[in-house]
């Protein structure tokens, strides 16, 4: 059984910083790209960014661009954000995916995402 289970999250001042984790199983994860994917509160999905199987490779939205990091351990079969200089925009439910495929190609589309974990919450706010 396919597992995404998020981690990390909480509330945090403006300016502050935050490890996402997403801990996988059940299926070989050093095989597919993975997006972290959020949904702020009476708003629609915004993909965050993503990186290919291999981790040699990433992607981000122009919101986060030089504050996040996406990486991956495939030995631990862990994926990580790190949200730095966070903003009060920054709030909202951060859930990971895994993509069918094993490199992101330059879009994001959802239905290329088969599973998801379950979320954490990230709250920015003095």
């Known amino acids: 059984e396919v597992q995404l289970v998020e981690s990390g999250g909480g509330l945090v001042q403006p300016g502050g910083s935050l490890r996402l984790s997403c801990a996988a199983s059940g299926f070989t994860f050093s095989s597919y790209a993975m997006s972290w994917v959020r949904q702020a509160p009476g708003k629609g999905l915004e993909w965050v960014s993503a990186?290919?199987?291999?981790?040699?490779?990433?992607y981000y939205a122009d919101s986060v661009k030089g504050r996040f990091t996406i990486s991956r351990d495939n030995a631990k079969n862990t994926l990580y954000l790190q949200l730095n200089s966070l903003k009060t925009g920054d709030t909202a439910m951060y859930y990971c995916a895994k993509s069918i495929f094993d490199v992101y190609g330059g879009n994001w589309y959802q239905y290329e995402y088969n599973y998801w974990g379950q979320g954490t919450q990230v709250t920015v706010s003095s």
């Open positions: 990186i290919n199987s291999g981790g040699g490779s990433t």
